[in-house]
């Protein structure tokens, strides 16, 4: 079992910045991927970024240039620097764990991210 843990969400005003931290528990293989993801009532679940353990990145077009997620191995964490932040950012935003070559997957509770224009 894996447990993902969220912090950092909160209330900020355009143009502001955040930074969520994810931090991930329990017993699972090394080589896997983590990600953030977010959703706003009504509609699906979308990517913002993801991270290998090679730290090879993946970016939703939308948060280009303006976010940036990384991660420590040794801390099992992983983080979502999100600069320029527009009231279209406004959504709950989900840590996400998964492994290549198996269906496997964890998501942690999700920390709610507001802007204010």
């Known amino acids: 079992q894996v447990q993902l843990v969220e912090s950092g969400g909160g209330l900020v005003q355009a143009g502001g910045s955040l930074r969520l931290s994810c931090v991930a528990s329990?017993?699972?293989?090394?080589?896997?991927?983590m990600g953030w993801y977010r959703q706003v009532p009504g509609k699906q679940r979308e990517l913002v970024a993801t991270?290998?353990?090679?730290?090879?990145?993946n970016y939703a077009d939308s948060v280009k240039g303006r976010f940036t997620i990384s991660r420590d191995n040794a801390k099992n964490t992983v983080y979502l620097q999100m600069n320029s932040l527009k009231p279209e950012d406004t959504a709950v935003y989900y840590c996400?764990?998964?492994?290549?070559?198996?269906?496997?997957?964890?998501w942690g509770q999700g920390t709610q991210v507001t802007v204010s224009s």
């Open positions: 996400n764990i998964r492994w290549p070559y198996s269906y496997s997957e964890y």
């Open positions: 329990g017993s699972f293989r090394r080589v896997n991927t």
């Open positions: 991270i290998s353990i090679s730290d090879s990145t």
